[in-house]
């Protein structure tokens, strides 16, 4: 929803035009401008700085409400506050993805980022974030506080002071000088100049080039009309691609061959060896930019999760404590105290570490609950979720004692009572009779005795009709 606040403070808080150019065909551009002018001069520089800054600005933010405990996991997800509107959106033609690639591009490239402040005078809320040059910035030092304030010059070269709560600055700190920031690219300028230079010999070699190339000497001075005549013929004849390896025709002089080819230059060697130099610098190696000779796709895994854990989430960390440390502050001291800002991880799980880490909390658990532990407990203490035990809606202390007479049936005296079931009546002993009279075998040449009929036996001979 758009503030009614910002509907009412239409213009940008320092001028992005002038009024009249300054720039100078001539004029050779120095420090930070001269160290963001190069990205749109190397290739390795561009690939790099584009590569950062757009990972950088994908990754999403949250708003949190801080908890007591201190954990992360116990915060609670803020979903509307100014801050978080003005994070989203901080200005009317600004995204939040181009303002954080914006910066990240200044911070990559001089080592300093810049958001200007844009307030209505009716309320002291920020309202707008700006992105702007670093070299139109210039710090105020104070004697005794510090900073004073900060200075901004326009394109016309007007003068905008502005306070210190009028402005956001990130910095790669500088050993030198407190008050501004130093980048990997004003380590290696000296190189990138070479790989440019290099690039703009070969196409001029292309576009001017003659051949064959040397000196045209003459034994005696040339008048004005004979040297325009001869450099006049000269060009066309030979220069550009299109008369390249012409043979030279010379009416007067002689020619002196001054040639150097592009094998003579190893500008091939020399452009291997600028790529090197500015990769080591931002700390980026060739997988970083594509450059890979084989891939597969646990190779691919390890190089996303190696970039946003080395390279992207240093970034995401400088933005972080900025708005946490310079843009919450303008909201009141409540909002210091109970919020912060917290970007989502871009660093992408490790699937194979997590299941064995999975699989080595179960095989502990198991240990510890046939040791006799508690489950409940056991979860907890290894940081696996509670999980119930048995089938749905059964009674995890029932299903214990269960498993107990399972494994020792010894206690189901003791246990099964407590299970709920009736333990059945011990059988009573048989009564003593009187002893079995112990039959000798009979004597040799007795008569046998008849055989012994079974009951069964003497009831049906009792039923027989006779």
């Known amino acids: 929803m758009k503030s009614p606040l ?7 808080p320092v001028p992005y035009v002038g009024t009249r150019n300054l720039s100078l065909p001539w004029r050779q551009p120095t420090g930070a401008e001269a160290q963001m002018r190069a990205m749109g001069s190397v290739g390795t520089l561009f690939a790099i700085v584009n590569r950062t800054s757009t990972a950088t600005s994908q990754v999403e933010w949250k708003l949190w409400r801080k908890a007591v405990s201190g954990l992360d996991e116990d915060r609670v ?23 954080v690639e914006t910066v990240q591009q200044h911070i ?16 002291p809320l920020p309202l707008e974030l700006w992105p702007v ?12 506080e510090f900073l004073t304030g900060y200075m901004y010059t326009g394109p016309a070269g007007e003068q905008i002071p502005l306070r210190a709560d009028e402005v956001i600055q990130l910095r790669m700190p500088n050993p ?24 703009e010999w070969n196409k001029n070699f292309f576009l001017n080039g003659a051949e064959p190339g040397g000196v045209i000497q003459v034994d005696k001075r040339l008048s004005d009309d004979e040297f325009d005549e001869l450099t006049a013929r000269w060009n066309e004849q030979h220069k550009g691609v299109a008369n390249a390896h012409r043979v030279a025709l010379i009416e007067q002089g002689q020619w002196v061959d001054r040639k150097l080819s592009q094998r003579d230059m190893q500008f091939a060697e020399l452009r291997s060896v600028s790529r090197d130099v500015i990769r080591e610098a931002f700390g980026i190696p060739k997988f970083a930019l594509g450059d890979v000779d084989d891939v597969n796709r646990a190779t691919a895994e390890a190089s996303k999760a190696w970039f946003a854990e080395y390279l992207t989430v240093p970034r995401l960390e400088r933005i972080k404590a900025a708005l946490n440390n310079d843009l919450l502050p303008l909201y009141g001291p409540e909002a210091v105290r109970t919020l912060e800002f917290d970007y ?18 179960s095989a502990a658990v198991q240990a510890l609950v046939s040791a006799g532990a508690y489950g409940p407990e056991v979860l907890a203490a290894v940081g696996l979720p509670e ?6 809606g059964a009674d995890p202390n029932r299903e214990l004692l269960i498993k107990l007479v399972t494994t020792a049936p010894a206690l189901a005296p003791l246990i099964l009572p407590m299970l709920g079931f009736e333990l059945p009546e011990p059988p009573t002993p048989p009564e003593p009779g009187p002893a079995p009279v112990q039959q000798l075998p009979p004597e040799p040449g007795a008569r046998q005795p008849a055989a ?7 009831a049906r001979a009792q039923r027989a009709p006779r």
């Open 6 to 12: 910002r509907t009412l403070f239409n213009r940008t």
């Open 77 to 99: 997800e803020v979903t509307s506050h100014a801050a978080l509107d003005l994070w989203n959106k901080p200005n009317r033609f600004y995204t939040r993805q181009e303002n």
């Open 108 to 123: 990559d490239l001089t080592g300093e980022g810049w958001w200007v402040i844009s307030r209505n005078p009716r309320s």
């Open 133 to 144: 040059r670093p070299d139109r910035m210039q710090p105020i030092p104070h004697p005794t």
């Open 176 to 199: 030198l000088d407190p008050y501004r920031g130093m980048g990997p690219v004003q380590a290696i300028l000296t190189d990138l100049d070479s790989a440019r230079y290099s690039a």
């Open 344 to 361: 989502c991880s871009p660093v992408p799980a490790d699937s194979e570490a997590e299941n064995a880490a999975l699989t080595a909390k």
């Open 387 to 392: 999980i119930p035990f048995g089938q749905p």
């Open 452 to 458: 012994t009929l079974s009951v069964f036996d003497l």
